[in-house]
């Protein structure tokens, strides 16, 4: 099982193994809800993330860089099984919206292939570093 503690954020894995380390923070504590400036509704936990019905199982969270990679569930009306590549980045002075993601790549053939996409998400401008379109604001669902 793993959890993430925002503030000061650990990655412990229990089981036969165990192992803790210091990583870098992510914009939220998870699991949670968020809607999105579009009226989309999120779920999300450090190994899914859900918008509405579509299911991504995360493979990787690189919080230096601010990306998650996910395979895109095989029951996902379209891009069944092909990966993607979130990015996602922290947003001050926006209330309620405290951060945003970005769907960098959404139909990569590998995970290599989602990882190392040429369109990554420009956070210097995130009104249209999305590939020329902002950052869907996010904001937490009590």
């Not at 999300?44 to 969270?61: F, V």
Request: hydrophobic share 30%; net charge positive.
């Amino acid at each position: 099982m793993k959890k993430i503690i925002i503030g000061l954020v650990l990655t412990c894995i229990t089981g036969v193994t165990s192992a803790c380390m210091h990583t870098d923070t992510i914009p939220v504590a998870l699991p949670a809800s968020f809607t999105d400036d579009y009226y989309s509704r999120y779920i999300i936990s450090d190994t899914l993330w859900q918008q509405g019905s579509a299911k991504y199982d995360i493979l990787k969270w690189n919080k230096a860089e601010q990306y998650i990679i996910a395979q895109n569930d095989n029951n996902n009306r379209t891009e069944k099984g092909l990966f993607t590549r979130i990015d996602y980045m922290q947003f001050t002075e926006m209330p309620p919206y405290t951060w945003g993601c970005c769907y960098t790549t959404y139909d990569a053939k590998t995970e290599v292939q989602a990882e190392s996409c040429q369109n990554k998400a420009d956070r210097t401008n995130p009104r249209k570093g999305c590939n020329g379109f902002p950052f869907s604001r996010m904001k937490k669902v009590e």
